[in-house]
């Protein structure tokens, strides 16, 4: 999200969007907060992530990444 945007809810929106899609397919979503494009920090992501039901990945069988989000 472009500096100018952050804090305004779009994050957060599009966000939901994936989620609902995701849990319509049964599938989790896993992610691993990154500054690589653009985020001011990782801990910020990594709030922001929790704040929207994701948690740590400990199985780590199917994927490297940090979070997974299950299917509702």
């Given at each position: 999200?472009?500096?100018?945007?952050?804090?305004?809810?779009?994050?957060?929106q599009?966000m939901?969007?994936i989620?609902?899609?995701?849990?319509?397919?049964?599938?989790p979503?896993?992610?691993?907060?990154?500054?690589?494009f653009?985020a001011?920090?990782v801990?910020r992501?990594?709030?922001?992530?929790k704040?929207?039901?994701f948690?740590k990945n400990?199985?780590?069988?199917?994927?490297?990444?940090?979070?997974?989000?299950?299917?509702?």
């Amino acid at each position: 999200i472009p500096k100018e945007k952050r804090g305004t809810g779009v994050g957060t929106q599009v966000m939901n969007i994936i989620i609902d899609f995701a849990n319509k397919q049964g599938k989790p979503i896993f992610l691993t907060p990154s500054k690589d494009f653009g985020a001011s920090s990782v801990s910020r992501l990594t709030k922001f992530y929790k704040g929207l039901g994701f948690v740590k990945n400990t199985d780590k069988s199917l994927t490297r990444n940090t979070m997974v989000k299950y299917p509702d």
